[in-house]
């Protein structure tokens, strides 16, 4: 097997250890062999709504011998999980609204002590915001850069059990509120990144004719700068949003 990517190491660190695994969209299977090799979990589940990625799993799996201690099965989501058959979900490297719809459809699976490891790769803040809406306890965020993109994921159990409000900002919504506490270096590059992105917009706007629509979208060019502004001024005084 290939040397794991950083994303998917990132993603087994977070998984932990337990009896049994199931990764969500595992498409070639790579996270479930590392963490049943390594002897993190006793077994695993690895499933997929496509056919073609589930093959490739179930040969790299019979390649390294594992057939025994990791089933592959088709699944749209969690619909092929029973209840308190996994003690770790894995669901990462899909957008936030299909995670959103994978984690609704599937709640009647999901214990209050199940852990779950989400990855989103798009509509994060409103992704943060649904997690937040149903209750749960957040564990760990870890974020990494790899190829030029950033991977923001989380670790976090109760979900549908605990508390309805968090409590949490619009920038912890939209950043992370772990990640901004431990002022988390990747993070930082990240804001930076999207600062300069955000400065390059004003620029082009600011040089464009007046229009309605494009005086809307410089004020909420702006909003977002002082948004990252805040956020980056953690790093400098201590977080205190």
Do not use: W
């Amino acid at each position: 097997m290939k040397k794991l990517s950083k994303r998917l190491l990132a993603l087994a660190r977070l998984a932990g250890e337990g009896g049994c695994l199931a990764d969500v969209g595992c498409d070639h299977g790579y996270l479930s062999i590392y963490l049943v090799e390594q002897g993190a979990f006793r077994r695993a589940i690895a499933m997929d709504v496509g056919a073609g990625p589930l093959e490739r799993a179930k040969m790299h799996i019979k390649e390294r011998g594992l057939s025994p201690y990791i089933e592959t099965r088709r699944s749209d989501g969690l619909s092929a999980l029973e209840k308190g058959e996994a003690q770790s979900i894995v669901i990462a490297g899909m957008g936030g609204a299909l995670m959103t719809r994978i984690l609704s459809r599937g709640a009647s699976v999901i214990e209050e002590d199940t852990t779950l490891v989400l990855q989103p790769q798009s509509e994060i803040m409103e992704f943060r915001n649904y997690l937040a809406g149903r209750g749960f306890r957040l564990l760990e965020e870890e974020m990494v850069q790899e190829d030029g993109k950033f991977y923001p994921m989380m670790k976090i159990t109760g979900l549908g059990y605990g508390t309805k409000e968090n409590g949490f900002s619009s920038i912890e919504l939209k950043y992370g509120p772990l990640l901004l506490r431990k002022k988390h270096p990747v993070l930082k590059e990240y804001l930076h990144c999207q600062q300069q992105k955000q400065e390059e917009i004003i620029k082009r706007l600011l040089v464009a004719a007046k229009e309605q629509k494009k005086e809307e979208r410089t004020r909420q060019v702006y909003q977002e700068l002082e948004e990252i502004r805040q956020a980056l001024g953690g790093y400098e005084d201590g977080y205190g949003l």
